[in-house]
């Protein structure tokens, strides 16, 4: 048996059509554009990256994109006002931050300055209590482009066993709630956890959120279960190059799984599809307007 694999790239090509569309019905019936502010601090080279794209795509689906370049050596205080002039700024509907932070930056205080209705990264804490208990939240995008992978290929998740390999508040814990919302019974594993494998067979769904290239083997597998792999890891090719490969070993796991995403092409790009989405969600909120589905 090979697995289905699920493609990351054209799904959420297809979700940022969706968002697009809501931004032009949005101009069209209301004369609103949803605007999405990245803060950057420091020079990192893979979030320059990821900022880069991230305002790429933003302008693609029609919002306003603003960025804020500030130097390594900014203090709290001057982030700070960065992020309360953006907080007042009604062209403005979603707020990011990108992580990591320069070590002289308190990122918890920095996150938890951001309003809630415009956390779009859905780390402030209000929104961290909305997710876990069940009310209306931002929710982090890589956990929510995962679920809405899952619920793509297995329309309800209900009574489905769930392991979760990970447990950082950015993509294991947010995903474990996201799971337990739709009613799977999940399990949370990490680098504590005894008999790892033994744990992810009894898995309908494994989410792979460790952070350590190809760990989870195909012999670990439960035959017909899905994978989803959040992993990015760049490692070296024996010819001196690099290539990206996810905490799975797909290999092993596209014989046995029922069906897996892939890395490069799956989890990541839904990570930024879902960023828009949630700043389409801020934007409709703020002006207390219907929210897409
Ligand atoms: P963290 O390093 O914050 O967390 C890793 C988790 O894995 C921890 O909970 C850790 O356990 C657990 N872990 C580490 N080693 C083992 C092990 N041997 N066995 C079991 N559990 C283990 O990583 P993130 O959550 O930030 O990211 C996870 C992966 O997802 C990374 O590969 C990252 O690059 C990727 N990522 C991808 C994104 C995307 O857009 N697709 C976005 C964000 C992340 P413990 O808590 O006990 O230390």
Redesign the pocket.
């Known amino acids: 048996m090979t697995a289905t694999v699920i493609d990351g790239k054209a799904f959420a090509a297809k979700v940022r059509g969706q968002v697009a569309e809501g931004v032009a019905r949005l101009k069209a019936d209301h004369d609103i554009t949803p605007g999405l502010a990245v803060v950057l601090v420091g020079e990192d080279p893979a979030s320059q990256v990821y900022v880069k794209s991230k305002g790429k795509m933003t302008r693609e689906v029609g919002m306003k994109s603003v960025e804020h370049r500030l130097d390594a050596s900014v203090s709290e205080a001057g982030l700070l006002e960065v992020i309360e002039t953006l907080n007042a700024d009604p062209t403005i509907h979603g707020i990011l931050v990108q992580l990591p932070l320069p070590d002289h930056l308190n990122s918890d205080l920095v996150i938890n300055a951001i309003d809630p209705a415009k956390d779009v990264d859905g780390f402030h804490i209000s929104n961290v209590g909305r997710l876990a208990t069940g009310q209306k939240a931002m929710v982090p ?2 956990p929510l ?1 995962a679920l809405l992978m899952l619920r793509d290929h297995h329309g309800s998740l209900s009574g489905m066993n769930a392991v979760v ?4 508040n ?3 814990k947010p995903m474990a709630q996201l799971l337990l919302g739709d009613s799977c019974t999940v399990t949370i ?5 005894r008999d ?1 494998p033994d744990v992810v067979r009894g898995a309908d769904i494994v989410v792979a ?4 290239p190809e ?1 989870v083997q195909g012999d670990w597998i439960k035959p017909g279960a899905t994978v989803i792999d ?4 760049r490692i070296d090719k024996p010819d001196g190059g690099t290539r990206l490969v ?2 799975a070993d797909y290999g092993s796991c596209v014989k046995v799984a029922g069906a897996i995403t892939p890395v490069p092409g799956g ?2 790009p ?2 930024i599809a879902c960023l828009l989405a949630n700043t389409l969600t801020a934007c409709c909120r703020a002006n207390a307007l219907a929210e897409p589905d």
């Open positions: 995008c890589t482009g390999i990970g447990r950082s950015i993509v294991g594993a990490h680098s504590r956890t790892l959120a460790v952070g350590r760990m959040v992993g990015i890891n996810g905490d989890v990541g839904m990570t």
